[in-house]
């Protein structure tokens, strides 16, 4: 006979819980950072957050002793194909201009399974620093080069990494005035043709979704006007994002008010981007008014710090008074053959140093950067709420970072600041949906030597004959 009284509650155990943390910076509405805290995840989404001593029962926990636990990082710029020309000699001198019609040429020899090995290793790149959402931008779409994006898709569901593919193009040759040659080029309707397939077969518009596709023209000196507006069109049709290259480079002002009679922005506007659809990478170069039409639209901007030093023609993008505008501002680490690397860690590292050359030591703190690389950069997807902070029902993205050993000696009083402040450090634990992709900093895939080595070949097949 079953005894009286109330029913017995047991409550459903987690799927995961991170558990014993140093400090769970949340990132939430309130911004809670709980010391000794844990998260736990069940169905791919956040199902809990608490304080020491209130862990729910769990079917996996993972320790996060010593460890600031922050949600996953989330990169809004990147062109991961370029990591099979990374720090490619001769070019390693060139601005922007000169630096792309020196590897347009070996970039038209991609393949898929050179996309494939790219997104894989660069995808396996950034989880290792901290990152669980990434974008990529694949703009050069060679003749008989097959479904890149298609094998991009493929690694990141072999990995488990969250990702948002963009079908870059280029529709402005040479003979056309545009920089790229002829070869990467592509006609207007087999671009779009293409971006309505791509989204047909993989775009996901569903809450924690983990594969979602975003339509991306280059850049006003590779694209048409006529192929931006199409492209702008079609993007409103099909619900998607848009995202595009802007004001990265001096020369981009002198090509657009030389080409369109206008600046690259006022460009922008004419073309029917202007609006919170579209996210942009740099946006180094605005002037006043141009930062408040920025904010007006919604218009989000991925700050890509190292890029900016690296090749950006020396300016450093206004970050501080794009958010004061409302310009919603996530983090990139931009191609891996202009920034050459893709941690998270370093890129928000940079953006806190670069904020502090620019504005002075009180404008920019780690939790300013740790903010742009998470709900600023789902707000650049258009994601808020859902990825970039751990609170129930967000997605269960995040990173155990360890604050130990010699490089956090002594930092004792503020864990948040000491994480970019201190080290480096890469991640002890990536989560993405709830399921591990780095545990104990290693990969969990196991075949990372195997694609390293093919890596290799489809590199030196495009390099050859500089190397061979
Ligand atoms: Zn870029």
Known sequence: MAPAGPPHHTPEPADLVVAGALLVATVDDERREIAGGWVAITDGLVSGVGGPGTEPPAAEVLRADGCLVTPGLINTHHHIYQNLTRSYRPATRSDLFGWLTELYPLWSRLDE??????????????????????????????????????????????????????????????????????????????????????????????????????????????????????????????????????????????????????????????????????????????????????????????????????????????????RAAGVPVGLGCDGSSSTDSASLWMEARNALLLGRLRRGPASTGARDALEIATRGSAGCLGREGELGQLSVGAVGDLVCWPLEGVAFAGAISDPVE???????????????????????????????????????????????????
Request: charged share 20%; net charge negative.
């Open 418 to 468: 000491a994480w970019l402040r201190c080290g480096p450090v890469s991640a002890r634990h990536t989560v993405v949906a709830g399921n591990p992709v780095v545990r104990d900093s290693v990969l969990v895939h196991p075949e990372v030597e195997d694609r390293l080595a093919r890596h290799r070949k489809a590199a030196e097949a495009l390099q050859s004959p500089f190397v061979s």
């Open 113 to 322: 399974e050179a996309a494939y090995l790219s997104a894989w290793i660069g995808l396996a790149e950034l989880a290792l620093g901290g990152c669980t959402t990434s974008t990529d931008h694949l703009y050069v779409h060679p003749t008989g080069g097959g479904d890149l994006i298609t094998a991009e898709i493929t690694a990141a569901t072999e990995l488990g990494m969250r990702f948002h593919p963009t079908r870059g193009s280029m529709s402005l040759s040479q003979k056309d005035g545009g920089l790229p040659p002829d070869s990467v080029v592509q006609d207007d309707d087999t671009i779009l043709a293409d971006s309505e397939r791509l989204v047909a077969q993989h775009h996901d518009p569903s809450w924690g979704a983990m594969v979602r596709i975003a339509l991306a023209p280059c850049s006003p000196f590779s694209v048409t006007p006529e192929l931006m507006t199409a492209t702008a069109e079609l993007a409103e049709r099909l619900d998607v994002r848009l995202h595009t290259h802007l004001a990265e480079d001096p020369d981009e002002d002198t090509f657009c008010l030389e080409t369109y009679g206008v600046r690259p922005i006022e460009h922008f506007e004419a073309v029917g981007w202007g609006s919170d659809r579209a996210w942009v990478a740099h946006c180094i170069y605005p002037n006043e008014a141009e930062i408040a039409r920025l904010g007006t639209w919604g218009t989000g901007v991925a700050h890509c710090p190292s890029s900016n030093m690296m090749i950006g023609g020396g300016g450093i993008a206004p970050v501080a008074e794009y």
